[in-house]
């Protein structure tokens, strides 16, 4: 990597060169032939669901209407942000393709690895996460939506979870954790076994019955956690699980345009709870412009919308419509339009899209109790 960058499931800083990623970590560019259904979604449909692992069994199981799995988690350390959309986006997604969906909150891993506290986590994961994910779409039918630390209060699957997370590290040695990590300590090492566990345990008899097609749809950072849940899976005495599947989004960009959005630094995101006035404030002051640094100059010569935060945000979510997308970018490359009015444009659609999501958060709020394990 690049002097100063770091992509880790823990750290993501600097200039990140996703080529060069797909190389080292041994995955594949997302097929080019994919179902309408997939195509139909913009994630998939402007690559911002780049590359993957076996996600050929779940095209499969969508093509012929089979049963099948999608799992993620979250990690319950802040304000929901925009950022936060590409995973939720996802969830809705393959729910409504008829996916069982699995939603851990990772109290475990943020209690060992970032020092949080129990009940801190539990108001952040239901206030900010779970609360958003209701108004984004997401239906307590076929999902589980659970914590490390409660996995269930039905004895069965509870001790099957937790059996599988022990039981994983038979299966790896602290040599394979530090290869594929580099950096480890037990604390990390715990997190991963854990994680492994929730991404598997779908297959166990005390869940979907028999090894189910899975899929984890993760940022790059997050696929050292696959591969360790996959190898250890592939070496597993007890139960013969099916590989797992997994996709590979491109990090939504701060607004500052470095590295991913990050929940530690507030001018580097919209919350889904800031005013018409903080958006304002924020694209204005901190969104990185592709633009160049004089008028004369920008109308000449034109600006790099590949690099300018305003039009990533409308490609990863707010324009929906790509012909009206591709005037965007072309008008901006051209210099036909400035830095300003593409950053009015953005203000103007996040806030008509915040002043709904609003609404349907209050709604969201009395539906909360439906989705909690009982």
Same mark, same amino acid.
């Given at each position: 990597m690049k002097e100063g960058t770091k992509v880790t499931p823990w750290d993501v800083s600097g200039e990140i060169d996703y080529e060069r990623l797909i190389k080292e970590f041994g995955i594949k560019p997302l097929p080019e032939n994919l179902p309408e259904e997939f195509n139909k979604n913009l994630l998939f449909r402007r690559k911002i669901i780049f590359a993957h692992r076996d996600f050929e069994r779940i095209v499969d199981a969508v093509k012929n209407k089979k049963k099948f799995v999608m799992m993620t988690g979250l990690m319950p350390s802040g304000k929901f942000h925009l950022g936060h959309m590409l995973v939720a986006q996802q969830m809705v997604f393959y729910q409504n393709l008829g996916a069982k969906l699995y939603i851990t909150v990772a109290d475990l891993e943020s209690y060992s690895t970032r020092q949080k506290n129990f009940e801190e986590m539990k108001k952040t994961a239901v206030e900010q996460y779970l609360t958003n994910y209701i108004a984004l779409g997401l239906k307590p039918k076929n999902l589980d939506f659970y914590f490390q630390s409660e996995r269930s209060n039905e004895a069965k699957k509870s001790n099957a979870y937790y059996r599988l997370a022990s039981n994983l590290s038979r299966y790896a040695t602290f040599n394979e954790f530090k290869a594929i990590y580099g950096e480890i300590s037990p604390a990390k090492m715990s997190a991963s076994l854990t994680q492994s566990a929730d991404m598997l345990q779908p297959q166990l008899p005390e869940f979907e019955g028999k090894p189910t097609p899975t899929v984890v749809p993760v940022g790059i950072d997050q696929d050292p956690h696959i591969r360790i849940a996959r190898d250890m899976s592939a070496r597993f005495k007890d139960y013969k699980f099916m590989q797992l599947s997994s996709t590979y989004h491109l990090f939504f960009p701060g607004l500052k345009g470095s590295?991913?959005?990050?929940?530690?630094?507030?001018?580097?995101?919209?919350?889904?709870?800031?005013?018409? %006035?903080?958006?304002?404030?924020?694209? !204005?002051?901190y969104a990185f412009s592709g633009g160049k640094d004089t +008028?004369? *100059? #920008? =109308? /000449?010569?034109?600006?790099?919308?590949?690099?300018?935060?305003?039009?990533?945000?409308?490609?990863?979510?707010?324009?929906?419509?790509?012909?009206?997308?591709?005037?965007?970018?072309?008008?901006?490359?051209?210099? %036909?339009?400035?830095?300003?009015?593409? !950053?009015?444009?953005?203000?103007?659609?996040?806030?008509?899209? +915040?002043? *709904? #999501? =609003? /609404?349907?958060?209050?709604?969201?709020?009395?539906?909360?109790?439906?989705?909690?394990?009982?």
């Open positions: 590295g991913k959005m990050s929940s530690s630094d507030e001018t580097s995101y919209i919350a889904m709870t800031d005013t018409e %006035k903080e958006v304002e404030t924020k694209i !204005k002051k +008028l004369e *100059e #920008h =109308r /000449k010569h034109g600006g790099n919308p590949d690099i300018d935060v305003s039009f990533q945000y409308l490609k990863f979510f707010f324009e929906p419509d790509d012909k009206k997308l591709q005037k965007i970018h072309d008008d901006y490359k051209s210099g %036909k339009l400035l830095t300003s009015e593409l !950053k009015t444009i953005l203000i103007e659609k996040i806030n008509a899209f +915040l002043k *709904e #999501h =609003r /609404k349907k958060r209050e709604k969201a709020k009395k539906e909360v109790g439906k989705f909690l394990v009982k």
